[in-house]
């Protein structure tokens, strides 16, 4: 049975090679000290996406011809369409509402798990 001494000194005996130069340094560079990114990779991807989109429209409107007279038919269509009804109304108004009534609370966050 070997002894904590036993093993201490069997460890002591190894032949050990020094450490490279500034390894410690280099550890802590690229763990502890490297940078932040800038954002994650999900975010950079629906940034590139919804830019793509914007511009896919932005060209498809731009391409269209008589825009503004499809643009003018198309809102008379849906205000001739009910949109205008007192029912529609209420409707948006409690939407509203809803939206403003929660927009207006406070969700604590979460506690650490150290505290």
Same mark, same amino acid.
């Given at each position: ?7 201490? $000194? ?11 130069? $500034? =390894?410690?340094? $280099? ?61 529609? =109304? ?19 966050? $979460? ?5």
């Amino acid at each position: 049975m070997i002894d904590d001494d036993a093993l201490d $000194r069997a460890l002591s005996a190894l032949p050990l090679e020094e450490p490279p130069e $500034r =390894l410690h340094a $280099r550890i802590l560079a690229a763990t502890v000290y490297r940078p932040r990114p800038i954002m994650l990779g999900w975010e950079m991807w629906l940034i590139v996406t919804l830019v793509v989109v914007v511009g896919w429209l932005s060209w498809m409107v731009l391409s269209a011809p008589h825009l503004a007279q499809h643009f003018t038919e198309y809102v008379n269509g849906l205000v001739d369409a009910g949109l205008t009804s007192p029912t529609t =109304l209420a409707w948006v108004g409690v939407g509203i509402s809803a939206a403003w009534c929660l927009s207006q609370l406070t969700i604590p966050g $979460r506690r650490s798990e150290s505290q």
